[in-house]
């Protein structure tokens, strides 16, 4: 039997938990009740009382008024928000807060934008019967940081800035200082922002009620005439963002509530990065380069021009001398298209992306391991987990919106162990952390098995019942030389096991893993053994475990979905199998290749010996993103014809023969698949900047002026095509994926798969693999000359190359990349704080500014690689991942010097 409760002696169906006001907002809407300190991502506090209601049990008359956001309704219960005591009360709470509160509405950035402003209009206030008061107004304003902005002088005190900043970002910055009517908000130790440890999330400002914190773009966000739902383009979390647009023009960007993937929260380049859009620098024209310079052309003469040249260099060396790169920033139905075309007009499967260069070993690993490459659970799921495994990765920077997540899970006191040869943010609230050399993931994890079975902690009925191999993997684990492995990882060895422990009894444990385990020599074989730890403790098909890759861009996942990659086509079905081929040949209808492409690395090693005369690239700047630069300059100027498409000039554009100006995520529609499978809708801002076209446009009208009739752009009806292609799309279509899209595989009838391997494996069982260390022939070969271990990270506020935060404000929070190098380190070369020092290897040399840390231990040093002045991967290495051809960026032997 249903139980109910009364609003207004009227009965509705309660839910056990519900508050008072959840309880009344979904029976008689949101705006119901009035609050100022309410928010859909933050715990009830109570702060306002506005939302005071009366209540009394049924069969008993005494009224009590209680906050109805932090109080649970209760079964017969009657509930009078509207009484006559109830209005007076709320008028009386506002009137209060209006005496210490400046009366310029109409000046103020928040004008038409100000919860206070609204619910005092609501509740009715004309005149204020208090005297005012001069606390508040004395606070000065705050205008320092680039895109956040303080007047404290509108600050009601309602605590919703502190809250967000520590319950959603967990960030600790903002805090309530003074006493009474002196009582304050003070940033850090009382500071400025841009002096204080702020992140930059915005949080804090999407949850301020008043004008009191703002930001650079609130102003003109007023002037908004409509909103736009759409997908962030810069990592694998896939946030919602609502886009706030007039006139073509794109004003402000802030984070929905109701979002499955980021619910309400996004990060500094999520939410503020976006003036890059219309930037004087975007390209606006296709060029080709006529002695040797690039001259503006039309889209007809440049389309002309590539259809000419790649049709003669087909006729005269074969489609196999022509190869394409597509991008993750691109949408699903641009990279699917990008595929199509390299394979069924060009005739070859020489088509890559760049998951190559980052989660490539990834998909491998847990191919061989589960039979899908894909991560097995879903965000969501860190409400229902024990224990965080996080491996060679570091979100709270790279993936910041489930960083935070992770982190404030730690911070309720979940298990947390990390293996990261840094000491990251999140290793500063870890359990464990497993502080290792870089290229030693192998050893530690193979450690780590080592002490489960050793403790007697696998789990005998999950192996038993949905794994194959266990009894080989146990015997070659248990005869490891445990003391070599040891002082290989550079771990000590009873903390690797008390974090095994840990891992291995937690009721229900959950693995997050990034670039810091496949971008090595071993990088395949690392994801495996992840893939094995899981598997042995039974941490698979179910709510709170699993094994999760935080996919590097927006649709690196996407991307490996639609067959951008050499070796399987859309759906990952085998190119080299005829009958699997045949099902892309009768959507196609013209015989496909069925031998083997090149991956990028290939790609670049052929055309240095002349076998690749074309490369067509859209939307990858790979002369500053592959590693050992000169070598990709090099094969660059080998090529005959070289195509890329592109929204910046880059060094990579100076190689071009053509460029063609392609339209940002802002300016286009498609779908973009982020790191949980969830596939989402991307949709169109504004209008292409004038001269630009989306990437998904220029493909087809090249596939149709090279003879293949494929219809006029529209990502529906691509869509439609990859769910007739691809198994797991079958269910997908652009009405049906809304507003939080779907987690694929997505059924027939629409239904979407939050947990994979809840039954059984793709493979039927699950395959356990003992994979034994190696050490990188990049240590081996040049450790005597070169002692430092150089590995690569992301920074906050930028986004692998760069080209869009560059020309952001974001530059005014990280102006340049900054090698971070140990105290002992620093003093043994004799190297300062903030001093320029020089960086070799066998491959080159930069120049870069250092920064003396405690991240790292003595003999490692860590950059990122985000600006071109300092171009870091010109003296990263050309080792690739022995599976799966992705480079070692995570180990480059080098040394470094003083100027």
């Known amino acids: 039997m249903k139980k109910v409760a009364f609003i207004n002696d009227t009965a509705y169906e309660m839910r056990d938990g519900e508050t008072i006001l959840a309880f009344i907002r979904r029976h008689r809407g949101q705006n119901y009740i009035p609050t100022l300190c309410d928010a859909p991502n933050l715990e009830p506090f109570g702060s306002c009382r506005l939302c005071s209601v009366e209540i009394a049990r049924e069969g008993n008359g005494i009224m009590k008024t209680v906050a109805a956001c932090h109080t649970r309704v209760a079964e017969g219960q009657r509930i009078y928000p509207d009484t006559a005591a109830m209005q007076r009360l709320r008028r009386n709470i506002l009137e209060l807060v209006l005496t210490d509160h400046p009366q310029d509405c109409l000046t103020c950035e928040a004008n038409g934008q100000c919860e206070l402003q609204a619910v005092a209009a609501r509740v009715g206030i004309r005149e204020v019967r208090y005297p005012e008061g001069a606390n508040h107004l004395s606070r000065p304003r705050d205008e320092s940081h680039p895109y956040l902005i303080s007047d404290l002088a509108k600050c009601i005190n309602c605590y919703k800035c502190v809250r967000a900043c520590d319950e959603v970002q967990g960030e600790f910055v903002l805090s309530m200082a003074g ?92 939410r503020y990065a976006f003036r890059f859009y219309n930037h004087p620098q975007r390209l606006r024209s296709p060029m080709i380069k006529r002695e040797g310079k690039h001259v503006e052309v039309s889209w ?6 590539i259809a000419e040249r790649l049709t003669a260099i087909k006729e005269e060396y074969g489609p196999d001398a022509i190869a394409g790169i597509s991008s993750s920033r691109c949408t699903n139905e641009e990279n699917y298209l990008m595929q199509k075309f390299i394979r069924a007009v060009i005739g070859t499967n020489n088509i890559d992306g760049c998951a190559r260069i980052c989660h490539a070993p990834t998909a491998l690993g847990m191919q061989r391991a589960f039979g899908t490459g894909a991560a097995t659970n879903s965000i969501e799921d860190l409400k229902y987990t024990d224990c965080m495994l996080v491996v060679g990765a570091n979100p709270t920077s790279a993936h910041p919106v489930t960083g935070a997540r992770i982190k404030q899970r730690a911070l309720k006191g979940k298990t947390l162990i990390v293996i990261d040869p840094r000491k990251t943010e999140l290793a500063r609230h870890a359990t464990y952390h497993l502080q290792l050399r870089p290229g030693t993931n192998v050893a530690l994890l193979n450690l780590m098995m080592y002490y489960i079975i050793k403790e007697g902690l696998v789990d005998w009925a999950f192996i038993e019942k949905r794994t194959e191999g266990y009894e080989e993997l146990r015997t070659r684990i248990l005869a490891l030389d445990i003391d070599k492995m040891e002082a290989v990882c550079g771990v000590d060895r009873e903390l690797i096991r008390k974090a095994s422990i840990a891992y291995a009894t937690a009721p229900a444990a959950m693995c997050f893993h990034g670039l810091g385990v496949t971008e090595h020599y071993q990088g395949t074989f690392g994801v495996m053994l992840v893939a094995d730890l899981a598997m042995i403790t039974g941490n698979i098909g179910r709510r709170g475990v699993g094994v999760n890759p935080l996919r590097g861009q927006n649709n690196v996942q996407g991307a490996a979905d639609m067959g951008v990659q050499p070796n399987l086509g859309p759906g990952y079905l085998s190119m080299a199998d005829p009958a699997l081929r045949s099902t892309y040949e009768a959507a196609y209808g013209v015989p496909l290749p069925g031998g083997p492409g090149y991956t990028i690395p290939k790609m670049f090693d052929a055309a240095e010996v002349g076998k690749l005369k074309a490369l067509w690239i859209m939307g990858e700047d790979v002369v500053q993103t592959e590693p050992n630069s000169d070598k990709v300059r090099k094969a660059l100027e080998k090529l005959d014809f070289f195509i890329l498409q592109e929204l910046f000039y880059s060094e990579t554009a100076s190689y071009a023969d053509v460029i063609l100006p392609a339209s940002s995520f802002l300016e286009k529609s498609g779908t973009f698949t982020n790191g949980e499978r969830r596939v989402q809708r991307v949709n169109r801002v504004i209008e292409p900047l004038p001269g630009t076209r989306p990437d998904g446009v220029i493909v087809t009208e090249i596939m149709n002026r090279m003879g293949y009739a494929q219809p006029d752009y529209d990502p529906a009806v691509v869509l439609e095509e990859v769910a007739q292609v691809v198994p797991f799309f079958k269910g997908i279509s652009w009405e049906r994926l809304g507003k939080n899209g779907l987690q694929w595989p997505v059924a027939e ?142 180990v480059m032997a080098v040394d470094v010097r003083k100027e």
């Open 300 to 305: 007809e003469e440049a389309y002309d021009y």
């Open 749 to 890: 009838d629409g239904t979407d798969t939050q947990v994979l391997h809840t039954e059984t494996f793709k493979l039927g069982k699950g395959r356990l693999y003992f994979v034994g260390f190696e050490e990188s022939r990049e240590i081996r070969e040049n450790a005597e000359d070169y002692p430092f271990i150089l590995t690569t990270n992301r920074a906050l506020e930028h986004y692998n190359s760069g080209s869009m935060t560059r020309r952001t404000q974001d530059t005014k929070l990280l102006a340049e990349d900054l090698l971070l190098i140990s105290p002992e380190d620093a003093r043994e070369k004799n190297i300062a704080d903030g001093e320029k020092v020089l960086v070799v290897s066998p491959r080159g040399k930069t120049r870069i500014r250092a920064r003396i840390s405690e991240m790292v231990q003595p003999g490692i040093l860590s950059s990122t690689f985000h600006f071109p002045e300092i171009l870091i991967n010109q003296v990263a290495s050309d080792v690739l991942d022995s599976e799966a051809d992705c480079p070692e960026y995570k």
């Open 179 to 270: 006493r009474g009517f002196d009582s304050h908000i003070i940033k850090g130790m009382d500071t400025t922002f841009a002096d204080s440890y702020c992140v930059s999330c915005g949080a804090c400002v999407q949850a301020c009620p008043t004008g009191a914190l703002t930001d650079i773009f609130q102003p003109a966000a007023r002037r908004a005439t409509e909103t736009v739902r759409t997908v962030c383009t810069y990592c694998g979390v896939g946030c919602n963002l609502e886009v706030a647009r007039r006139s073509g023009e794109i004003l402000s960007i802030s984070a929905p509530y109701d979002a499955e993937a980021n619910h309400g929260h996004t990060c500094v380049k999520g």
